[in-house]
């Protein structure tokens, strides 16, 4: 897939996007994926794309979608100078007055000559570049709705935080978040108003369709016959413990019963492996580690049901590749979830393990149930794909560049 040829005048508009953003990011960098194709697909005659980024990863993604990428040469160095005004809570006034002075990746971005830069991973440098009219994002502000999780409040993480995504939503020309209830949160956060909020929710990458999992998949992961499956960093928030304690439950009445969790064995990865013998499930709790892009799907293809028992949102992408792929969806009903998979999905409270138990329970055991839940998902996913993704990406720039209604 390339873009439009186009060989007349020069394109009115310029649009940069500037990818900071590394594969080990998760969503983040699933989301500029999103963008990055949808990019690749404006009118050619209107617009003039460049991309900037600072990950080598990045580079056969853009050649796939036949976008010429540039590498930014001080993307590391200029990003923890960026990092350090932030934390030192500099005014915005005098960050951008300092910034082409003393941050090379200012200057770097400045001399590609875009009036418009796209940044879809909440950076800090969004609001760090004078001149130029910024469309930043904001994921979530669950520093401030679940404030008394750490990776979001200790060691002054709060504050950072807090500091960085007022300055984003208040700063940036316009703000993309996922769903109406990110919109809703931005609002009453940070006061922005609505016509400066765009929503522009997450989809299923579209490469989860189109990949081919390893020759050697089964014996390489050695997986169950039959599991649920949560991908996930071992963060707190991710609500691992919780989800033990329920497929322990489970386990009562079905023996069956088999969890499988990908996610780099970091974070409280080992409270979470301690947890699992804690219960007496540890035979039922499988440990995969990282799974590359490539392998993804062959999980959601071999599972009984996705499970999420995250506390964050306001929504996430693994419901939305569970549905793509036809795999029944067991999700938190809180925040923008049920917004997110409607009536596709089960929802659960995630602080109630016997209410997860339950509702794993009836996926498990109901042959005519799952069936029903992946006709469901593929149905709706076909509604929320990577071609509305693109069609509403291009009405935002419309609206914020050149002022269309």
């Given at each position: 897939?390339?873009?439009?040829?186009?060989?007349?005048?020069?394109?009115?508009?310029?649009?940069?996007?500037?990818?900071?953003?590394?594969?080990?990011?998760g969503?983040?960098?699933?989301?500029?994926?999103?963008?990055?194709?949808?990019?690749?697909?404006?009118?050619?005659?209107?617009?003039?794309?460049?991309?900037?980024?600072?990950?080598?990863?990045?580079?056969?993604?853009?050649?796939?979608?036949?976008?010429?990428?540039?590498?930014l040469?001080?993307?590391?160095?200029?990003?923890?100078?960026?990092d350090?005004?932030?934390?030192?809570?500099?005014?915005?006034?005098?960050?951008?007055?300092?910034?082409?002075?003393?941050?090379?990746?200012?200057?770097?971005?400045?001399?590609?000559?875009?009036?418009?830069?796209?940044?879809p991973?909440?950076?800090?440098?969004?609001?760090?570049?004078?001149?130029?009219?910024a469309?930043?994002?904001?994921?979530?502000?669950?520093?401030?709705?679940?404030?008394?999780?750490?990776?979001?409040?200790?060691?002054?993480?709060?504050?950072?935080?807090e500091?960085?995504?007022?300055?984003?939503?208040?700063?940036?020309?316009?703000?993309?978040?996922?769903?109406?209830?990110?919109?809703?949160?931005?609002?009453?956060?940070?006061?922005?108003?609505?016509?400066?909020?765009?929503?522009?929710p997450?989809?299923?990458?579209?490469?989860?369709?189109d990949?081919?999992?390893?020759?050697?998949?089964?014996a390489?992961?050695?997986?169950?016959?039959?599991?649920?499956?949560?991908?996930?960093?071992?963060?707190?928030?991710?609500?691992?413990?919780?989800?033990?304690?329920?497929?322990?439950?489970?386990?009562?009445?079905?023996?069956?019963?088999?969890?499988?969790?990908?996610?780099?064995?970091?974070?409280?990865?080992?409270?979470?492996?301690?947890?699992?013998?804690?219960?007496?499930?540890?035979?039922?709790?499988?440990?995969?580690?990282?799974?590359?892009?490539?392998?993804?799907?062959?999980?959601?293809?071999?599972?009984?049901?996705?499970?999420?028992?995250?506390?964050?949102?306001?929504?996430?992408?693994?419901?939305?590749?569970?549905?793509?792929?036809?795999?029944?969806?067991?999700?938190?009903?809180?925040?923008?979830?049920?917004?997110?998979?409607?009536?596709?999905?089960?929802?659960?409270?995630?602080?109630?393990?016997?209410?997860?138990?339950?509702?794993?329970?009836?996926?498990?055991?109901?042959?005519?149930?799952?069936?029903?839940?992946?006709?469901?998902?593929?149905?709706?996913?076909?509604?929320?794909?990577?071609?509305?993704?693109?069609?509403?990406?291009?009405?935002?720039?419309?609206?914020?560049?050149?002022g269309?209604?």
């Open positions: 897939m390339s873009r439009p040829e186009y060989d007349g005048p020069a394109p009115l508009r310029s649009i940069g996007l500037y990818l900071g953003v590394a594969p080990t990011a969503g983040m960098f699933q989301y500029a994926q999103s963008v990055v194709e949808a990019l690749s697909r404006l009118d050619a005659t209107r617009y003039r794309i460049t991309v900037a980024h600072g990950d080598a990863d990045w580079a056969p993604i853009l050649a796939r979608l036949g976008l010429a990428g540039h590498a040469r001080h993307a590391h160095r200029g990003s923890q100078i960026a350090a005004a932030m934390a030192l809570r500099l005014p915005v006034s005098l960050i951008r007055m300092l910034s082409p002075l003393v941050n090379p990746l200012v200057r770097e971005l400045r001399e590609l000559d875009c009036e418009t830069w796209i940044f991973a909440q950076e800090s440098v969004t609001y760090q570049v004078p001149g130029v009219r469309i930043g994002t904001i994921h979530d502000l669950m520093h401030r709705y679940e404030p008394h999780f750490p990776e979001v409040s200790a060691r002054f993480r709060h504050g950072i935080r500091h960085r995504f007022r300055n984003i939503a208040c700063c940036s020309d316009a703000v993309l978040v996922d769903s109406e209830v990110g919109r809703v949160q931005v609002v009453e956060s940070y006061h922005v108003p609505n016509e400066r909020i765009w929503q522009l997450y989809v299923a990458p579209s490469y989860l369709l990949t081919t999992p390893r020759a050697d998949f089964d390489h992961y050695g997986l169950p016959e039959r599991f649920v499956f949560y991908p996930a960093q071992f963060w707190p928030h991710k609500n691992h413990l919780r989800l033990l304690e329920a497929i322990s439950i489970v386990a009562n009445a079905h023996p069956d019963i088999a969890l499988v969790l990908s996610g780099g064995k970091q974070h409280a990865f080992e409270q979470v492996q301690a947890q699992a013998k804690a219960l007496c499930i540890d035979s039922k709790v499988f440990f995969v580690g990282y799974v590359p892009d490539a392998d993804l799907a062959g999980f959601y293809k071999r599972a009984r049901a996705l499970v999420m028992p995250t506390f964050f949102g306001p929504t996430n992408i693994p419901p939305l590749e569970a549905l793509a792929l036809g795999c029944p969806a067991i999700v938190s009903g809180i925040y923008g979830m049920p917004e997110q998979s409607g009536d596709a999905a089960l929802y659960f409270n995630p602080n109630c393990a016997k209410e997860m138990a339950a509702q794993i329970t009836r996926v498990w055991t109901d042959d005519g149930l799952a069936a029903s839940m992946s006709l469901r998902g593929v149905e709706r996913s076909q509604h929320q794909g990577q071609a509305q993704f693109n069609h509403r990406l291009a009405q935002i720039i419309d609206a914020v560049v050149d269309v209604a």
